[in-house]
């Protein structure tokens, strides 16, 4: 008698927390924020060019992100 070979079942991913979207969504924001932004931003929210890339000078050079 021939043996049955069957396919594993497949694996369900867990569903992830209604919280985890749009934690993710600030954290990237957040590291946008730090790391690329210019003046952009800045000009739009506080009205300064360099306000928050002054803010945020010494933390990119702590994650290592050249900015001059």
Do not use: K, N, Y
Not at 36 to 52: K, N, R, T
């Amino acid at each position: 008698m021939a043996a049955i070979i069957t396919a594993p079942a497949p694996r369900r991913a867990l569903p992830a927390p209604r919280w985890a979207l749009p934690l993710m969504a600030v954290a990237v924001a957040l590291l946008w924020l730090v790391t690329m932004e210019g003046a952009a931003v800045s000009q739009a929210i506080a009205g300064a060019p360099a306000f928050l890339h002054e803010l945020f000078h010494d933390g990119r050079h702590l994650l290592g992100v050249p900015c001059h």
